[in-house]
């Protein structure tokens, strides 16, 4: 192919309505094909990134090999695809804004006045044909956040109408929307769609393909109706209906040919149908599951749909490599203690406490994985899940009174977890974690160089503290053994009990690489614990 071809996606009606799984479906659909694609958020909030947002803001922040903390969209990019996604994946208004004042204070406009036309869309048209052109790309698929409208979101919708003027047909728009069924009068509405594309085209930008989200199916008269008014082919109107999965959505896509009307629209002759063999089985053996367990997700974000986002998938994906069906009970940290943890926690074939930051919940994570650790529960630690754990261990195992991790308790007598040296010099909180793949050498003969059947691995990360080493001989001779290291740093990495069926514990976050196509293998093997301690309980 001669060059990149350009995919936007934008929203309209309401945010919320699956603009990510769109893409994600777009994307892996022309993958299929054998096109090589990656997928750009464009996110309008002022922020640098998410990564100091609260998850009641922002839900999950994702992270990418690169240490980019992102949108959450971006795992749903992963997931999908199969392709690693960067820094360059996620631009907020924020970096635009920051990249162009710095280019300002250091002369580059060389006097100009400073606008939003031309230097701030000059700016996000730049990004986005850095990533295509650094990545060689057949097309780059560029989600847009928010709903057309917001006053936010108007320099990347200009930016969109410029690169369409500029690229003609190797730019396509697909906008998705919302065509409502009213239960009393009992249709489909089409008016919301129609407003929500009169918006766009005000701003300059006429949708190429629309894309309906709903909850019946669309019928002729109204798509007819829906292209008669949007200006768009009646092949150009592409019904969404409610999935019983995200995972649905791609052969959803496939079957209104949404990627044949995006290859028509940029002059792309294909031949043969997408290789959906593997998805398909996939969602085969979501659906049709031969066994169920329980597992228990303990954190304090429960009640927030998209906090523990990432986790949730990969006990999907986790779930079908063990044809079984994973129910994840939340459980709420912070009201979690000893007269209450047999009755809430009892009947779970496995424990998984969550990552997380804040004092909020601690003591109820930490309760949680004793009865784990006494009851001979699988139990999986992430990242503060296995700080909980060491806390846990050396309290009630090695007598540490009042052992504590000093982001919690500066003057604890016994400091099990402790910050490290250098980021004891920091000020700041924007990126300034470990953040990103680091190395990890896993023990030969341990648990988990047998689940990863290999000694070197890679992992993302995202936290400041860290294992304190003073403690390790002391734990190992315990029983709780420092099995994944990064050699380089001398930091305890994972660390796995002895004499428990499946207790292991991670500094880093494993559900960041999890997709459809390569379930993470910790969670591959926890979740064959918690069926093997269902099968025992029986």
């Known amino acids: 192919m001669p060059k990149t071809k350009f995919i936007f996606v934008t929203g309209g009606v309401t945010s919320s309505l699956g603009k990510g799984i769109i893409s994600s479906s777009i994307a892996k659909l022309l993958v299929s094909r054998g096109f090589s694609v990656t997928i750009q958020k464009l996110d309008p909030y002022i922020n640098i990134d998410p990564g100091t947002l609260n998850p009641y803001e922002h839900g999950e922040c994702f992270v990418t090999d690169d240490g980019a903390e992102t949108d959450l969209d971006l795992g749903h990019y992963e997931r999908f695809t199969n392709v690693p996604t960067s820094q360059a994946n996620n631009i907020t208004t924020g970096v635009v804004y920051q990249s162009v004042i710095s280019k300002e204070r250091k002369g580059e406009f060389l006097g100009e006045t400073v ?13 986005i044909k850095l990533l295509a052109n650094r990545e060689n790309l057949d097309f780059l698929i560029t989600e847009i956040g928010g709903t057309v409208g917001d006053i936010e979101s108007l320099p990347f919708i200009e930016a969109v109408r410029q690169m369409r003027w500029e690229l003609g047909n190797s730019c396509v728009v697909v906008h998705l929307t919302l065509v409502p069924f009213l239960a009393a009068a009992g249709e489909l509405k089409t008016k919301p769609t129609q407003h929500s594309v009169k ?14 989200r709903t909850e019946k199916n669309l019928n002729e008269g109204i798509r007819n109706k829906i292209a008669l008014f949007c200006n768009v082919s009646p092949s150009s109107v592409i019904e969404c209906i409610d999935a019983e999965s995200i995972y649905d959505v791609p052969i959803l896509m496939k079957k209104e040919n949404l990627d044949l009307e995006i290859l028509r629209k940029v002059d792309i002759k294909t031949d043969g149908e997408p290789d959906l063999d593997d998805w398909k089985r996939f969602l085969h053996t979501l659906k049709n599951p031969s066994r169920s367990v329980k597992v228990g997700l303990i954190g304090k974000y429960v009640e927030l749909k998209d906090a523990y986002k990432s986790i949730n998938e990969s006990f999907i994906h986790a779930g079908v490599a063990n044809a079984c069906n994973v129910e994840v009970r939340l459980i709420q940290s912070e009201y979690l203690d000893e007269s209450n943890v047999e009755e809430k926690l009892k009947d779970l074939d496995g424990i998984l406490v969550a990552p997380g930051f804040g004092e909020r919940g601690i003591e109820g994570k930490i309760t949680a994985i004793r009865y784990a650790r006494e009851k001979s529960i699988p139990f999986f630690g992430i990242c503060l899940g296995m700080q909980c754990a060491v806390i846990e261990f050396g309290r009630h195992v090695l007598g540490y009174k009042g052992a504590h991790s000093t982001e919690f308790d500066r003057v604890t007598p016994f400091p099990v977890i402790d910050m490290m040296e250098e980021q004891k010099k920091i000020s700041g909180l924007g990126g300034t974690m470990r953040l990103g793949a680091y190395p990890c050498y896993l023990q030969q003969g341990s648990q988990v160089e047998k689940i990863f059947g290999a000694q070197n691995i890679s992992e993302r990360h995202r936290h400041r503290y860290e294992f304190n080493n003073e403690y390790k001989e002391a734990y190992s001779n315990a029983g709780m053994m420092p099995v994944g290291l990064n050699v380089k740093d001398d930091l305890v990495e994972i660390i796995e009990l002895k004499n428990h069926p499946w207790f292991i514990g991670v500094q880093f976050h494993p559900e960041y690489r999890s997709t459809v196509a390569k379930p993470h293998p910790l969670f591959v093997s926890f979740v064959k614990a918690a069926v093997e301690h269902a099968t025992r309980k029986k």
């Open 115 to 127: 606008q939003v036309i031309p230097h701030i869309t000059d700016e996000i048209k730049y990004r």
């Open 199 to 212: 918006l766009l085209q005000e701003q300059g930008v006429q949708p190429d393909i629309i894309v309906c």
